[in-house]
């Protein structure tokens, strides 16, 4: 770049708080962290569904719509999931019972997603929704640095990470969690010993489906409070990436939502600090960093993918 461009760029680094900066990073990965936990539990029961994106998208505008019409932002969380989990069992309907390839089959759910959201959309752009207030819990709000860090969050920040815990759980600790793995792993075994792997694919499905919801509903209710056209921005295709980053593990996804939630706010804060880079620079860096990262993976081979994993199951052979 010319010296013209970077002469009176001064950076203000004083100007974040790493305080808040650590707050904001749980609020700016709740969105990915939903949609990307959905998407363990249905990649670990053996189908790849891509169509994330339409998902969240969707989640966002019947979220935001309920929301505006009903002033509950609660009751547009709960439409915003409802929605997506029956758009994603058209997914699984394709795709387990009529055994459409899947890869196919979840890009075209992102483009109906995304033109379905437009459509809905249309008359809600440029309002206001309500949104969640903070829970302030008593005491613990007020500690010196963990109050402002952990205890200062609205409800669906500590509902994305029991639904982390609960899925981890279930996973390891529980019958249905060893089923769900078995299915994913190896899909013929599991129907020779007498499991229905098809009504547990679509469960699964519809499962992540409804997780994907609640992301996009978070997008729109939460952390930008209105409704604007494609505001997912591609945080479906990050939620996909954070499951590959994770290994299909819970826990890992946690940390890789957090991570990426991290770099958006950091770039955020650096733009608002006069950081002497371009905006357009500091924008593409957490989609660069997760490039990165999956060719780093990828290089290493596959670190725990369910075997099964996107392929069709055919209950006679």
């Known amino acids: 770049l010319p010296h013209s461009f970077w002469k009176g760029k001064v950076m203000d680094l004083s100007s974040i708080n790493p305080i808040l900066l650590l707050a904001s990073l749980m609020v700016s990965a709740t969105p990915i962290l939903l949609a990307a936990i959905g ?34 932002p609660g009751i547009g969380f709960i439409c915003a999931a409802l929605a997506a989990a029956l758009l994603s069992l058209s997914f699984a309907v394709l795709t387990q019972i009529f055994l459409s390839n899947q890869v196919a089959t979840g890009l075209g759910l992102t483009l109906v997603g995304l033109g379905l959201s437009a459509l809905i959309g249309k008359p809600y752009e440029g309002m206001k929704s309500p949104s969640l207030d903070k829970l302030d819990l008593p005491l613990l709000s007020d500690l010196p640095v963990l ?26 600790r ?16 599991a ?41 997912t921005a591609g945080a479906g295709w990050i939620a ?20 990426f939630g991290g770099v958006t706010v950091l770039q955020l804060n650096l733009q608002a600090a006069g950081a ?25 081979g596959n670190q725990g993918a369910p075997e099964s994993l996107g392929r069709a199951f055919h209950a006679s052979s």
């Open 276 to 300: 002497a880079i371009p905006v357009e620079y500091l924008s593409m860096s957490p989609y660069l960093i997760t490039i990165a990262v999956l060719v780093f993976i990828s290089a290493k």
């Open 147 to 172: 109050g402002p860090l952990l205890f200062s969050h609205d409800a669906m920040v500590y509902i994305s990470v029991i639904i982390v815990i609960a899925v981890a759980y279930t996973l390891k």
């Open 39 to 72: 998407e363990v539990v249905v990649e670990r029961s053996g189908v790849l569904n891509l169509g994330v994106e339409g998902l969240m998208i969707t989640g966002a505008v019947i979220g935001f719509a309920v929301a505006v019409n009903t002033s509950s």
């Open 191 to 231: 129907h020779a010993l007498g499991y229905k792997v098809i009504r547990i694919r679509i469960l699964a499905i519809m499962f992540g489906g409804a997780c994907s919801g609640l992301g996009g509903a978070y997008l729109s209710l939460v952390r930008v409070p209105q409704w604007t056209e494609g505001m």
């Open 240 to 259: 996909l990436a954070i499951v590959v980053f994770g290994s299909w593990r819970p826990w890992r996804v946690l940390i890789g939502a957090y991570l």
């Open 174 to 189: 529980t019958r249905a969690g060893l089923i769900l793995r078995a299915v994913g792993e190896n899909h013929h075994a």
